[in-house]
């Protein structure tokens, strides 16, 4: 009940595609989902997260959608480019809680000139 | 305004040697987390602590793992007689509260032990 099921594993889009990668989750006390961003060798940093309460949430290119009833939320990145080529990580956590996450396995994304 | 900082970036380890990892929360920050990245793998939550004390060590694994974060100096994460499944890059993150939304926390750029 705690795990975060992400997929695909890997993806690969031409530039300006659009990327989804997907995740879902069984504990319905998680009301907080960040989506973080990890280059190789490099420390995860926080791209862009929601709350259950919206459905949908914009920064940039990035768009993060969430379906409550479904407990599956989504990344979708915007008119991809070469430098977005990273791992992407969703997770899950409890707001009123201390910051212990809980991440799906990760994505990672290649996106070709 | 230095991030999370996490030494050694790079460790090479005999099985049944001794490991020590360390990490400087950001300035300010009293609370630390360290996650472990298995090849492949999502962060798995390891340990929270705070100054001088451990609050959720639910994540450690029960034999030769040790963490502590004490009152001056930096977060220590302890592996001792490590084997090769113990090779793993270790994160460490921080924040400057106990509780948060998750964007309270920022990561170090980790520490890759690797066991030969």
């Known amino acids: 009940q705690q795990q975060v099921k992400q997929s695909p594993q890997s993806l690969i889009v031409q530039k300006g595609g659009i990327p989804i990668i997907n995740c879902a989750y069984e504990n319905t006390a998680f009301d907080y989902f960040p989506w973080y961003q990890q280059f190789p060798g490099k420390g995860p940093a926080l791209l862009i997260a929601?709350?259950?309460?919206?459905s949908e949430k914009k920064e940039g290119r990035f768009t993060i959608s969430f379906n409550k009833s479904a407990k599956q939320f989504s990344l979708h990145i915007m008119d991809s480019q070469p430098g977005d080529s990273a791992t992407y990580f969703c997770a899950a956590t409890f707001s009123g809680g201390y910051n212990k996450l809980i991440f799906g396995a990760g994505t990672r994304l290649a996106v070709h000139p | 305004n230095a991030g999370v900082m996490q030494n050694p970036r790079h460790l090479v380890r005999r099985r049944g040697q001794e490991a020590r990892l360390r990490c400087s929360p950001m300035k300010g920050h009293s609370h630390v987390y360290w996650y472990r990245q298995l090849p492949e793998e999502g962060l798995k939550f390891m340990v929270y602590l705070q100054k001088e004390n451990i609050i959720d060590e639910s994540g450690m694994p029960k034999e030769r793992f040790s963490a502590e974060f004490p009152k001056e100096g930096p977060s220590i994460l302890r592996i001792q007689q490590v084997v090769r499944g113990d090779s793993a890059a270790y994160f460490c993150?921080?924040?400057?509260?106990?509780?948060?939304?998750?964007?309270?926390?920022?990561f170090g750029e980790g520490s890759w032990l690797t066991v030969v």
């Open positions: 929601i709350r259950p309460d919206v």
């Open positions: 993150a921080s924040s400057p509260y106990g509780t948060g939304n998750g964007n309270t926390i920022y």
